[in-house]
C-alpha cells in the first residue's frame, strides 16, 4: 500500500491552533507538476497562507489541487484562494462544475501523494500521505495536536482509534489538524 515514490516536498504554511480562537493547520506539497494546498481553512488573515506561498514563487492561481481532511469550515474557509483548483474531499473531485465521483481510499494525486480514509472526526476525514526524502508525512485530522488523547467533537472514537493506528503504522512524521507536525511514537496517543 505504501508505495509512494519519495519525490513530493513539502511544508507547512500555516500552524494551526485551537485556542484562542481556532486555526487548521495548512499545508503545501509540490510533486511534478501538482501543486497542492491541504486544509485551506480559516486562520487569522488571508496572507497567513499566500504569504508563505509566494515566499515559495506560487502564486493562487497556480495551485493545482486542494485537499480537505473534512468539511468543517476551520479547514475549508478559504478554499476560494486557489480559482484554478481542483477541490479532493472523501467520496469525489471538484472543479467549476463538475463532481467526479471518486473515492478517496487509494487515491494518487501523483506518485508521491495518495489518500486514505481515517473516520472518527467525522466519518468522512480523509489522511493526505506524502512521500518525501524524510519519509512519508501524513497530513491528518485524526490529531488535533500531538497531545490530543481524545477529541471532544469526535463522531466515533473507536473508529479514531483505528484511523490513528492506520496512521501511526505508515508515517514517518504526523501534521495534524491544529498543531506543530510530530513524530509518532510509543507516547503517541491512539
Excluded at 6 to 11: M, W
Excluded at 35 to 56: E, K, Q, Y
Amino acid at each position: 500500500m505504501m508505495d509512494l515514490t519519495a519525490s513530493a516536498v513539502q511544508t507547512v504554511l500555516h500552524e494551526g491552533y485551537g485556542s484562542a480562537g481556532v486555526a487548521s493547520t495548512v499545508g503545501y506539497v509540490e510533486d511534478g507538476d501538482v501543486r497542492l494546498v491541504i486544509d485551506p481553512g480559516m486562520v487569522r488573515s488571508r496572507s497567513l497562507i499566500l504569504d508563505p506561498l509566494t515566499a515559495r514563487g506560487v502564486a493562487p492561481d497556480q495551485v493545482t489541487d486542494v485537499v480537505f481532511s473534512h468539511h468543517h469550515p476551520d479547514h475549508t474557509l478559504n478554499a476560494a484562494l486557489f480559482p484554478n483548483a481542483r477541490f479532493h474531499d472523501h467520496w469525489a473531485i471538484y472543479r467549476d462544475d463538475e463532481w467526479i465521483w471518486r473515492d478517496a481510499e487509494g487515491y494518487r494525486l501523483s506518485p508521491g501523494i495518495m489518500l486514505i480514509r481515517t473516520p472518527g472526526h467525522t466519518f468522512e476525514d480523509i489522511t493526505t500521505l506524502v512521500g518525501t526524502s524524510e519519509g512519508i508525512v501524513a497530513f491528518t485530522h485524526a490529531w488535533n495536536d500531538a497531545t490530543s488523547q481524545g477529541d471532544r467533537h469526535a463522531v466515533d472514537m473507536d473508529a479514531l482509534r483505528t484511523a490513528r493506528k492506520r496512521v501511526v503504522s505508515v508515517a514517518d512524521i504526523i501534521v495534524p489538524g491544529h498543531g506543530p507536525a510530530f513524530i509518532p511514537g510509543p507516547e503517541t496517543p491512539l
